[in-house]
């Protein structure tokens, strides 16, 4: 009697003292990675026809076809040092735009950037804002495996995770890394108008395996500090020849506050509808700077803190990946959420005009020399989930 009591006394405690330890359902808030489970689990059910999300799903996409997409430090040695083998290529195959055209594209990774600084007012702040970078990522993620040969998937940076950005296995200047951050050069802070404390970086990226790497395209929207002199592009347009070293300035002013777990799952947990959510993505929110722009800004640098040419820094595919899966964890973690979510559209068709049309689901897409044969111009209904239309993947 004596004994069961003590254990019921015990129980009752541990209840006050650590609710998180048992099933507090109706109190409990979800984790990220509470909300990542039950994505995953919805994403498989739409796929073997448990769960109807009102999209078409090709029979050739299925539980043992499907490919899955990993946090970058979650990749084992040999799939980082695969997927670094695979940009490094990339970036040494010929430009396939129109010769001449672009002074500054080069390369086959060059095709990428000039594409989106043609596209920045029509794919940001827009209704295709998730989309078309969802399509963007994925033709990336193609050419790497199609003419790079590449046996991976496009990997992530999970924001949350690294609380010591410059220290995590995406920047810290290892044989595995993505480049460490740019050598420090004295600079100040300051972002567009808001409080922003400068790194230790700031200069030329000239560690790790992508160190000492060049960009040719822009500025167009530089926000570095102008003491830096970071060279002009001779052509105003930023598609000029204007070869330079890539500049980084990886900090931690926002991995412990816009970018920490515990908000990213408010952010998805607590914006129901597309408009909101996309919105609450991009733009400031009580004086923390927005989701999106603070991976960037994490990263910051030449031209990683440029919207029109950010794609020339190597690791906007992993913001960017994760970008796309955070929107894919919106769409899926409430079962009864995904179908009415997989077919929300909303906002305009041009960020430099407020009075643009509305966006259709049918308008359709764009890629233009970046799109695989025969993808290119796929309407936005198409691209709503990662297992339909031309996509095949999940997030893990
Ligand atoms: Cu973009």
């Excluded at 796929?47 to 029979?59: E, F, I, K, V």
């Excluded at 992508?210 to 929207?221: A, F, K, Y």
């Excluded at 409430?334 to 909303?346: A, G, N, P, W």
């Amino acid at each position: 009697m004596a004994g069961h009591a003590v254990t019921s006394l015990l129980t009752a405690l541990c209840l006050f003292s650590s609710a998180t330890a048992f099933p507090y359902s109706k109190r409990q808030t979800l984790s990220i990675d509470d909300i990542q489970k039950q994505a995953l689990a919805n994403a498989y059910k739409v796929l073997d026809g448990t769960l109807a999300d009102g999209m078409t799903h090709p029979s050739t996409c299925n539980k043992n076809t499907v490919s899955v997409r990993k946090e970058y430090g979650d990749l084992t040695k040999e799939e980082k040092l695969e997927y670094i083998r695979a940009v490094n290529c990339i970036r040494k195959q010929p430009s396939k735009l129109p010769a001449g055209k672009y002074p500054g594209a080069k390369t086959r990774y060059d095709d990428f950037i000039v594409v989106h600084m043609n596209m920045t007012p029509t794919v940001h702040s827009t209704a295709n804002f998730l989309h078309w970078h969802r399509y963007y990522i994925w033709a990336y993620e193609t050419a790497l495996q199609t003419e790079c040969g590449f046996k991976g998937t496009q990997p992530y940076w999970n924001w949350g995770k690294y609380t010591d950005l410059p220290a995590s296995p995406i920047f810290d200047g290892s044989e595995t890394s993505l480049g460490g951050n740019g050598d420090y050069v004295q600079h100040a802070g300051g972002l567009m108008g808001r409080p922003f404390a400068a790194g230790n970086g700031g200069g030329c990226v000239t560690k790790g395996p992508l160190g000492n790497l060049t960009i040719s395209l822009g500025p167009v929207m530089g926000t570095m500090d102008p003491a830096l002199k970071i060279k002009a592009n001779p052509s105003p347009d930023g598609f000029g020849d204007n070869t330079r070293c890539l500049r980084r300035d990886v900090n931690n002013n926002l991995v412990t506050t816009s970018l920490k777990p515990e908000y990213l799952a408010a952010h998805i947990t607590g914006n129901a509808a597309i408009g909101k959510f996309q919105d609450t993505l991009q733009n400031d929110q009580a004086g923390k700077m927005a989701i999106h722009s603070s991976g960037h800004f994490s990263i910051w640098g030449d031209p990683g803190g440029d919207v029109y040419v950010s794609p020339g820094e190597p690791v906007f595919w992993l913001h960017h990946g994760q970008l796309d899966r955070h929107w894919w964890m919106w769409t899926n973690y409430l079962s009864d959420q995904v179908k009415s979510r997989t077919s929300m559209y909303e906002g305009g068709t041009n960020w430099m005009n407020p009075a643009s049309a509305k966006g259709k689901p049918a308008d359709k897409q764009w890629l233009n020399v970046l799109a695989p044969a025969g993808q290119d111009g796929i309407p936005s209904n198409q691209l709503f989930s990662t297992t339909a239309g031309p996509f095949c993947y999940v997030y893990v």
